[in-house]
């Protein structure tokens, strides 16, 4: 089974810290945030296919083409249009079910491993009504029908939610439909995407209350607080 990473975004947001580093290799206490999900991948995954593209030369010559006896394959993304975009430049390296994780982002080994074990699953933090990410929307049924600002969420919800943290797993069959453009970006959205497949899919939720998300540098103390005290690896 296969781990795609996708690391090639510019980090604009990480600025200075990503001036000289791409932003997966930005150090949080003495691991880089891809080797905090690079050791906690599962024996089952037995290739990782990192898709860079800012500085994307930095993480190979780092990283080479091992990691702990899994194999690594780099593919480059060169116009850098979204995360549906940067999982089909990967499209012909992956065959049945596989999973994908943000670059920038730290997970538990636990929701990693479950998330393996599902053909099509994404894993969700339970929000706080103070937690500024987007929220997941299901119909009655308990299908994934939208994601949602927290503002738009509230205006027909009482609970908190749920929100999507970026880990997913599915299969080849994703690369049937056509990456879906966002609406207020020249970009093209993996979730977005996803919603298409729900239809036809039975999507598994999987809860899990430890994730950070590293969008500007006053996150990593945050990082670092958590990281201290949590056993999670």
């Given at each position: 089974?296969?781990?795609?990473?996708?690391?090639?975004?510019?980090g604009?947001?990480?600025?200075?810290?990503?001036?000289?580093?791409?932003?997966?290799?930005?150090?949080?206490?003495?691991?880089?945030?891809l080797?905090?999900?690079?050791?906690?991948?599962?024996?089952s995954?037995?290739?990782?296919?990192?898709v860079?593209?800012?500085?994307?030369?930095?993480i190979?010559?780092y990283?080479?083409?091992?990691?702990?006896?899994?194999?690594?394959?780099?593919?480059?993304?060169?116009?850098?249009s979204?995360?549906?975009?940067?999982?089909?430049?990967?499209?012909?390296?992956?065959?049945?079910?596989?999973?994908?994780?943000?670059g920038?982002?730290?997970?538990?080994?636990?929701?990693?491993?479950?998330?393996s074990?599902?053909?099509w699953?994404i894993?969700?933090?339970?929000?706080?009504?103070?937690?500024?990410?987007?929220?997941?929307?299901?119909d009655?049924?308990?299908?994934?029908?939208?994601?949602?600002?927290p503002?738009?969420?509230?205006?027909?919800?009482?609970?908190?939610?749920?929100?999507?943290?970026?880990?997913?797993?599915?299969?080849?069959e994703?690369?049937?439909?056509?990456?879906?453009?966002?609406?207020?970006?020249?970009?093209?959205?993996?979730?977005?995407?996803?919603?298409?497949?729900?239809k036809?899919?039975d999507?598994?939720?999987?809860?899990?209350?430890?994730?950070?998300?590293?969008?500007?540098?006053?996150?990593?103390?945050?990082?670092?607080?958590?990281?201290?005290?949590?056993s999670f690896?």
């Amino acid at each position: 089974m296969k781990a795609i990473i996708l690391a090639a975004g510019l980090g604009t947001r990480m600025k200075p810290l990503t001036n000289k580093l791409p932003k997966p290799m930005v150090k949080v206490l003495d691991k880089n945030l891809l080797e905090y999900k690079l050791e906690s991948l599962p024996e089952s995954i037995t290739e990782i296919i990192l898709v860079v593209g800012y500085k994307g030369n930095i993480i190979k010559k780092y990283f080479g083409n091992n990691y702990k006896n899994k194999k690594i394959t780099y593919v480059f993304d060169k116009t850098i249009s979204g995360t549906a975009h940067a999982l089909w430049q990967a499209k012909g390296f992956l065959k049945g079910r596989f999973i994908v994780m943000m670059g920038d982002d730290i997970y538990s080994r636990s929701s990693i491993l479950k998330c393996s074990k599902h053909d099509w699953s994404i894993v969700c933090k339970p929000a706080k009504k103070s937690d500024g990410y987007n929220r997941v929307v299901f119909d009655k049924n308990q299908k994934i029908i939208n994601f949602v600002t927290p503002e738009t969420f509230y205006k027909t919800n009482k609970k908190n939610g749920l929100i999507f943290t970026g880990l997913y797993s599915m299969t080849d069959e994703i690369f049937k439909y056509k990456p879906v453009k966002l609406k207020t970006k020249n970009e093209w959205g993996l979730p977005q995407t996803l919603l298409k497949t729900s239809k036809n899919k039975d999507i598994k939720i999987i809860k899990d209350s430890f994730w950070i998300s590293i969008s500007s540098p006053n996150d990593i103390e945050n990082a670092k607080l958590q990281l201290r005290n949590k056993s999670f690896l």
